[in-house]
């Protein structure tokens, strides 16, 4: 039996009556004591003292929406988050380009048109000019469009003839020529032009994503990515190479598979479990597919929309329904306030007909008023990532304009009585959950803007924050053994440079800037800076 005495004089540990305690009795991974107790406990045999550095200690946190693979991949491929002008974005890719081997697919990208200094949509013929002669296929940053230069356009054989796939759109000119722009569900016509081709080997890009999650105090995730990330990670597990808490969602073409194999929701151990599967209801407001009951301010390219259901809502109620059947719990993507009625009548079904399970929201961020305080009549757990909020802010104004609704909505739903859990969506956002629990205390930019804070009345208290990425998160995907530093639960935590809570009501801008200086997982450590 391992055991281990932490001592700190500032450990939060989530836990009522008392969240401040200032030792931690460790056995084999879980704790036993706290406080006083654990002192006296450790005393009466022999226990391995650790003296915690830093200026705090907290339970590490779970990231409840991340996608690793991407994040993974787009480790090696060209990035184009920071370009400012399609001029920009394109120089970026030549520079690439001449520094990869010849030939080789052009992929990820997370390109941000909505960013740039004139806002145009790009096409084919621009990257055609800055590809060498090869496949390019780039996501942009929300991953739900994809710009694709000719040469893929050919080998996937769309043409002006190519009808648009249900939840999808091929974007054409005023000719009808497909332009390169492909949205939802169209971009998996070019899909298997990169998967078979390109990518390095995943796990090691995983294991370097796994160090990185580790620095920024992620000690839990859930992975939104499908069967080539989790074989990655059971890989690992095999080896002993996994430190981070793994649950794996299961995508939605996927589902027959894991049907097949008996996967259930919550098998696994205490490191790589089986999550939820994941659903698509709309798009995203970035590429102005998220699903609205009002058409967008401004359409897009002159054009009045609503946005786009990816799911018909009759095929997204069957697989819900055929997912519980199979134990396996439900997490389902939607933006728009459109799209998350239909979500919730969906899940309003399913409760009608006895189904248990675990219900997600993926996102939630443009609800009706009306649809809140369904989530709690409902028992659906609105999976939320504070960082969207200070990225999108501008954005939501421009295209979705005065209309009243809940927005990024926390403070209502928290009131609604409703459960959060909190993550990044990364790539899209960075993976610092930091950056997330300044989003939620501020509703600002790092640099500030706007002062006090957009729609400032639905901030959140830095300790609702918290729980949201930690007993939140687990609790999305049915665990309750870990997320507090209290007695039986896993020893996940981690030592910070500041305070948080000091600096909640003295200067909250500075929790962004708050750095990990050791993380623990079950009383491992997991990872010390240098």
């Known amino acids: 039996m391992t055991r281990r005495l932490f001592r700190h004089e500032r450990i939060w540990t989530g836990a009522a009556p008392a969240p401040g305690t200032t030792a931690l009795l460790v056995e084999d991974g879980r704790v036993v004591a706290v406080g006083d ?69 052009l992929s990820s990208g997370r390109w941000n048109s909505n960013r740039w200094a004139r806002p145009v949509q790009p096409d084919r013929y621009a990257l055609d000019a800055v590809t060498d002669g090869r496949v390019a296929v780039l996501d942009s940053v929300d991953g739900h469009t994809v710009w694709a230069n000719s040469l893929a356009l050919q080998r996937a054989g769309i043409t002006r ?67 080539d990330a989790r074989a990655a990670y059971l890989a690992m597990h095999a080896d002993g190479g996994l430190r981070v808490r793994v649950t794996t969602c299961v995508r939605d073409p996927d589902l027959e598979l894991a049907v097949s194999e008996g996967r259930r929701s919550g098998q696994g151990d205490d490191v790589l479990r089986v999550g939820p599967v994941k659903f698509f209801s709309d798009g995203a407001l970035g590429s102005h597919t998220a699903h609205m009951t009002e058409p967008y301010v401004g359409g897009m390219a002159g054009h009045e929309s609503c946005g786009i259901a ?21 997490a389902t993507h939607a933006i728009g306030d459109e799209a998350n009625r239909l979500v919730l009548d969906a899940f309003g079904v399913m409760r009608e007909e006895g189904q248990r399970g675990i219900l997600r929201v993926e996102h939630a961020q443009h609800v009706r008023p009306v649809d809140l305080p369904r989530f709690r009549a409902l028992d659906v757990v609105a999976s939320m990532q504070p960082s969207h909020c200070t990225a999108d802010l501008e954005l939501a104004d421009e295209i979705i304009g005065p209309r009243r609704l809940a927005s990024y909505a ?69 665990r309750t053994d870990v997320g507090r530093l209290a007695p039986g639960q896993l020893a996940d935590l981690i030592c910070l440079d500041r305070d948080p809570w000091q600096l909640e009501h003295s200067d909250p801008m500075a929790i962004r800037d708050t750095t990990v200086l050791q993380t623990w997982v079950g009383a491992d450590l997991a990872f010390e800076r240098g």
């Open 37 to 105: 107790e654990a002192r006296h406990a450790a005393a009466a045999g022999a226990a391995e003292v650790v003296d915690l550095p830093g200026a705090a200690v907290m339970p590490g946190l779970h990231d409840a929406h991340i996608h690793t693979e991407w994040v993974s991949r787009d480790l090696a491929e060209v990035d184009l988050r920071e370009a400012r002008s399609l001029e920009e974005a394109l120089e970026l890719i030549r520079e690439h380009v001449a520094s990869s081997p010849a030939g080789r697919p």
């Open 410 to 478: 926390w403070r209502s739903f928290l009131d609604a009585g409703v459960r959060l859990a909190f993550g990044s969506d990364a790539p899209v956002e960075d993976p610092n959950p930091f950056y997330g629990l300044h989003a939620a205390v501020t509703r600002r930019r790092a640099d500030g803007s706007p002062i006090g804070g957009w729609r400032p009345e639905e901030r959140i208290t830095l300790d609702e924050a918290v729980a949201a990425y930690t007993v939140g998160a687990h609790g999305a995907v049915g």
């Open 310 to 330: 990816v799911t018909p809502y009759p095929v997204l109620l069957e697989r819900i329904r055929m997912s519980l059947a199979a134990g396996l719990d439900v």
């Open 161 to 227: 003839d190519t009808p648009d796939p249900v939840g999808g759109q091929i974007v054409r000119d005023a000719d009808g020529e497909p332009t390169g722009i492909l949205r939802e569900s169209a971009q998996r016509l070019v899909d298997p032009l990169i998967a078979g081709e390109a990518a390095e080997p995943l796990r090691p890009l995983i294991e370097r994503c796994q160090e990185w999650l580790l620095s920024v105090g992620l000690t839990s995730i859930t992975d939104i990515d499908g069967e």
